[in-house]
């Protein structure tokens, strides 16, 4: 088997045997986005205005909070040293690492987002945009989030720190992917705001696993 | 051949060691001796190129290792302080996923001779979660004995030329530490080199040994 490979079954092996630790994620996700409705009363029109807004802003905290576990655990017991040592280069380790968060704290919320929709009232076309902008979108939060997840790696109070270095950079996917929804809910064609994060998609992929190879080898010196 | 040239490390605002030099040959044990503080464990990473030295560079076969990386890291297998083993999974799961990252092709079967070797092949299916402190060490390094000295012949790609060993006995009864002894003299013997730190006396018999006594009080010291 690949190190890549290794990684990400090792990564899901983990998450499946602390199972915990990924029902936190969505459950604080479907909380937060059931709370809504009861919070602001139960007029049809204004939820349905609301819902883009409220599941992504949501599900951009939930991967968020999610962002610590990252490489927190394997940073205590030693084994990033040994992924820093590996002679695979560590950029693709670090995708091997932002691809199995993605599967075990991004996937289950794009799963589980069209049902929330419902919950809305959101017109079909509208929940197969917000899936669809969902599925481009959290892929982008996840490898945004590795960065700073990896330059806060041993700091003191580094969840403040994070959301504070990587909530500016996810503002941008947040407006689209709520825009995106928006503009189908209008009668409008949601394909630009998607190519836009389907662009943002392409860039994090290119430069943040690189960028957080080099955190990582800061943090470890 | 790997050589320290002008070596200076500091940590804060302190000074551990200035203008150090040395070099270990093929077929050579260094031994790091010293205090607690005087800087052990970061000189084993500016050697490991975990961290970087404020002077001086660490050369691996003449070439500096930062502008060899991977190929280096191909060559060198470190054991710090932690483990680096999951407590959620086997034993047996740790060794395989510690080999691939190492770069080395690790067969579950290889994996398990490993730790049958270093004495915990009955915990080969337990989590690391249900061992002793002495177990979990043996399991760490049983990564010595996958496809260490054996099979390095040939085959560069499997198995490591220098051993990189952070306080390997703590935690071990004398029968594990007298293999392990066995385990290092007979890859120093087979034209491996190691480096070590150890409180303990080393009784690695018929080997080059080398041997650096870290000073705590030296005059670097600012």
């Known amino acids: ?221 | 051949m790997l050589e320290a040239y002008r070596l200076e490390c500091t940590r804060g605002d302190r000074t551990l060691f200035r203008g150090l030099s040395f070099s270990v040959a093929p077929a050579q044990l260094l031994h790091l001796a010293g205090a607690n503080g005087a800087g052990k464990t970061s000189l084993l990473r500016i050697l490991c190129g975990l961290l970087l030295p404020a002077h001086g560079e660490v050369r691996w076969g003449g070439r500096p290792i930062a502008a060899m990386r991977e190929e280096y890291a191909a060559q060198l297998l470190y054991i710090g302080h932690a483990n680096a083993l999951k407590d959620e999974l086997t034993a047996l799961e740790n060794l395989e996923i510690g080999g691939t990252l190492a770069g080395r092709r690790c067969t579950r079967d290889a994996a398990f001779d490993a730790l049958e070797e270093l004495g915990v092949g009955r915990c080969a299916h337990l989590p690391i979660r249900a061992l002793s402190q002495g177990q979990r060490r043996r399991v760490s390094l049983a990564r010595l004995a996958l496809g260490g000295t054996g099979s390095r012949e040939g085959d560069g790609k499997n198995g490591a030329a220098l051993w990189i060993l952070d306080e390997p006995f703590a935690a071990l009864d004398t029968a594990a530490v007298a293999h392990l002894e066995n385990l290092i003299a007979s890859h120093v013997t087979a034209g491996g080199m190691v480096v070590l730190t150890t409180h303990q006396p080393l009784a690695v018999t018929a080997v080059t040994m080398l041997r650096i006594e870290l000073d705590i009080d030296m005059d670097a010291r600012r």
């Open chain 1, 1 to 221: 088997m690949s190190p890549f490979a290794c990684i990400v079954r090792r990564d899901l092996l983990l998450a499946f045997r602390r199972r915990s630790d990924v029902f936190n994620t969505l459950v604080f996700f479907i909380i937060v986005v059931s709370l809504f409705p009861l919070g602001v009363g139960p007029e049809p029109n204004q939820l349905r205005a609301m819902a883009p807004g409220v599941i992504w802003v949501a599900a951009l905290l939930a991967s968020m909070l999610a962002l610590n576990r990252l490489f927190a655990a394997d940073f205590a017991d030693g084994t990033l040293e040994q992924m820093a040592l590996s002679p695979e280069p560590l950029f693709l380790l670090v995708i091997a690492k932002v691809v199995a968060h993605w599967l075990v704290a991004g996937l289950p919320l794009v799963l589980i987002a069209p049902v929330l929709g419902i919950q809305f009232d959101m017109p079909a076309d509208a929940i197969m945009v917000m899936a669809a902008s969902l599925v481009l979108g959290t892929p982008v939060l996840s490898l945004i989030g590795a960065v700073g997840a990896a330059l806060t790696l041993g700091v003191r109070g580094g969840g403040v720190l994070v959301a504070l270095l990587v909530l500016p950079l996810y503002v941008p996917v947040l407006v689209f992917g709520a825009g995106a929804v928006v503009a189908s809910g209008a009668g409008l064609s949601a394909q630009a705001h998607l190519l836009l994060i389907g662009a943002s998609l392409a860039l994090s992929l290119v430069l943040s696993p690189w960028a957080t190879a080099m955190a990582l080898r800061i943090s470890l010196d």
